[in-house]
């Protein structure tokens, strides 16, 4: 199939399991959320919408694989592999917090080559097809660098950000709840930068073509290679993550640094 038809049918799906989510979103008794081994939250609809998106893409692309967080598989540097994280941002979704989302990634050859992110709350739909530029809602979106940083500037960070981290920019930091997220709010410029914390393959697969065509750039924080075999296996990465700007990479990497006995 083509670029654009991945695109559609992307969108087509992450919408679909974001109305379903959305419909339940406001009914903490009916999301039954439970703690998993690593102490984080999933719910049925997490599981109902893994389920859901791996029917959708069997029948679509039959020879694909698909790895997901609920529903684990394993992920190579061969073929086509699907990456899902049904709802990134479950504690948000569990507490009636707006910044969840559906984020649907698609490895060509090992490497994240296209993605769809949609927050159901909000109504916005990241999408960077197999070739072309990253959209917002059918928009063009650019990771742009900014004319100057000042109090109003803002950078997405983990939860974790004020033991784990020292920064020192002009700025504000905000957690918002959603790994997905945070990264395309990089690619619309509406975020200057992100740190990304303990991030799994399903947590970046959907939204990292949406940076890169939006002309932002991920990294590992310490600017090494990608430990690939890990996100394979499905562990989360061995050191956080960055994204900014390609222009402003450099400079919004150089505020921060690990906090003394970080892990």
């Not at 695109?7 to 989510?21: F, I, K, P, S, V």
């Not at 992920?75 to 049904?86: C, E, H």
């Not at 402003?248 to 505020?255: C, D, F, K, S, V």
Request: aromatic content about 10%.
């Amino acid at each position: 199939m083509q670029s654009h038809d991945e695109a559609q049918l992307m969108e087509t799906w992450a919408r679909q399991a974001g109305a379903y989510a959305l419909e339940i979103f406001q009914d903490y008794a009916a999301a039954a959320p439970r703690r998993k081994a690593d102490n984080s939250w999933v719910t049925e609809v997490d599981e109902n919408i893994e389920q859901m998106l791996r029917q959708q893409i069997a029948q679509a692309f039959p020879d694909d694989l698909v790895m997901g967080e609920e529903g684990g598989g394993h992920a190579s540097s061969n073929g086509r592999i699907w990456v899902l994280d049904p709802i990134d941002g479950t504690g948000s979704f569990v507490k009636r917090l707006p910044v969840w989302c559906v984020s649907i990634g698609l490895l060509v050859d090992g490497y994240p080559a296209a993605g769809c992110v949609y927050l159901p709350v909000l109504d916005e739909c990241y999408l960077a097809g197999l070739t072309g530029p990253a959209t917002l809602n059918g928009q063009e979106i650019h990771a742009e660098n900014p004319d100057f940083l000042d109090s109003q500037s803002w950078m997405a960070v983990p939860s974790n950000a004020h033991w784990r981290y020292k920064i020192s920019y002009p700025g504000k930091t905000r957690s918002l709840g959603s790994t997905a997220a945070n990264v395309c709010y990089v690619a619309s410029s509406r975020a200057c930068a992100a740190i990304l914390g303990n991030a799994s393959l399903w947590d970046i697969a959907g939204a990292w073509p949406i940076l890169e065509r939006a002309g932002g750039k991920l990294s590992t924080f310490s600017g090494g290679p990608f430990d690939w075999q890990r996100f394979y296996e499905g562990s989360s990465a061995n050191e956080p993550l960055f994204a900014a700007s390609n222009d402003n990479y450099a400079t919004m990497r150089g505020m921060i640094d690990l906090a003394k006995g970080a892990i």
